[in-house]
């Protein structure tokens, strides 16, 4: 579990430039598998051995300048609220703004370090003129210039100092995080599931908090639930911010074995339910989908739950092999059942494969489908094993791994899931020089 840095500002001063830049310092953080860079406001960073998590608000607004002054105050409270540290962004071309006054107002509050980057400063004048954000009243300004990444190593430096170690809770019991967007009904069935009123449960979007954690002990399972959970009085936020949900889902997820990722039937597979996805997919961890309040979708038909279920997995392509479950938290419907497949699926996550069999299984499948030539070379695969780490990756050692393109290990991927069970679990696929 890594510490969260958020990154804010107004619009146009090159937020989103620096993150790219930082999130591409690790490729391996930069998914190569299609459909997965759907959420492009969230990555992983590290610098000088350090991992940080990273958040570019800026994203997370789309419209006008007018929509943005509305926004951009609940977003800069919510990132001051949930990130470790902040990244304020200002723009040396254009000085300082009315908005960067409101927002350094906001900053200057807080009790996190708050780090001014000015951005833009490519040349001497421009250095100077950075001068002026000391007006701002947030003491040292790092000028720097996002597209050439000039003065990056000095902010990255001074931001890893001020950090927070957060150590990983050794826990020998699985961790389920129960997320979502607002609304979806993820206390209820926390409720549902333990029978008490352990989480007030309003129809306010937004009433949850921190993230709390929960022994459950019942028909045999033991585990611990993490709610992305408790009182959230007085939340200015939106329902509609995608950022919310983006926000408090980062940390529980982070922190966990397997997400229970639970969506309103009545509001469909939208692009925040994506979001929240993606984001447990790319952080390599078990999902659930669990479609709730399934009761009180109207004009049910005999196939009705295919069509959804067809839809959802439409939505989540090429990684579509995912229990979907429809409960209602309310009547208590397959509650149950959505644990049970929790568990399943986190068996399936630390499922590990014996070699002999693994080469048995799938060497003569390689020999019936070999992968394609390439420019006139035959790739030749001898050998496989699961490597061993805390969720399934594979390495396939072969003579020349750089001729083995992506939808050959999309091929493999598919073979693996219809002969070993890894349902709901996100598994790699490596080819390496033998």
Request: with cysteine; proline share 4%; charged share 30%.
């Amino acid at each position: 579990m890594s510490a969260i840095v958020a990154i804010v500002g107004r619009p146009n001063v090159g937020k989103s430039t620096f993150f790219n830049r930082l999130i591409q310092r690790r490729e391996a953080i930069v998914d190569a598998v299609s459909g997965v860079t759907r959420d492009r406001h969230y990555g992983k960073s590290d610098w000088n051995g350090k991992e940080f998590s990273l958040i570019d608000t800026g994203g997370y607004v789309v419209g006008s300048d007018d929509i943005f002054e509305q926004q951009i105050d609940k977003q800069v409270e919510l990132a001051i609220e949930e990130a470790d540290a902040l990244i304020f962004m200002v723009d040396v071309e254009t000085g300082v703004t009315g908005m960067d006054e409101d927002v350094a107002k906001l900053l200057r509050r807080v009790k996190k370090p708050v780090f001014l980057a000015v951005n833009k400063v490519d040349n001497a004048k421009r250095a100077e003129d950075a001068v002026e954000f000391y007006g701002l009243g947030l003491g040292e300004y790092y000028p720097l210039s996002s597209i050439n990444g000039s003065g990056t190593g000095e902010l990255l430096d001074a931001l890893v100092e001020v950090l927070p170690e957060i150590e990983e809770e050794e826990s020998e019991l699985p961790r389920f995080a129960v997320v979502g967007r607002p609304n979806a009904g993820k206390s209820s069935f926390i409720n549902a599931l333990i029978g008490e009123e352990r989480y007030i449960v309003t129809d306010i979007a937004g009433t949850t908090r921190d993230s709390i954690d929960t022994k459950y002990n019942r028909f045999g399972f033991e585990f611990n639930l993490v709610d992305t959970a408790g009182i959230r009085r007085k939340s200015k936020v939106k329902e509609d911010l995608e950022f919310y949900s983006v926000m408090r889902s980062v940390r529980a997820i982070e922190h966990s074995d397997v997400c229970l990722l639970v969506m309103d039937a009545t509001r469909g597979f939208d692009g925040q339910v994506a979001n929240i996805f993606w984001l447990a997919h790319r952080n390599n961890k078990g999902i659930v989908i669990l479609v709730n309040k399934w009761d009180l979708v109207e004009d049910k038909e005999t196939n009705t739950m295919k069509q959804y279920t067809e839809k959802i997995k439409k939505a989540i392509e090429p990684f579509t092999d995912v229990p979907i479950l429809f409960i209602s938290a309310l009547t208590k419907q397959r509650i149950y059942k959505a644990i049970e497949t929790a568990v399943q699926v986190y068996n399936n996550r630390n499922t590990k494969i014996p070699t002999r069999k693994f080469n048995d299984i799938m060497l003569p499948i390689i020999e019936n489908y070999p992968p394609p030539a390439y420019k006139g070379k035959f790739v030749k695969i001898k050998f496989c094993t699961q490597l061993p780490t805390p969720y399934p990756q594979f390495a396939f050692f072969c003579n020349l791994p750089q001729y083995v393109r992506e939808p050959y290990k999309r091929y493999l991927e598919n073979k693996l899931r219809e002969n070993f069970d890894f349902s709901g679990v996100p598994i790699k696929v490596f080819m390496r020089k033998k």
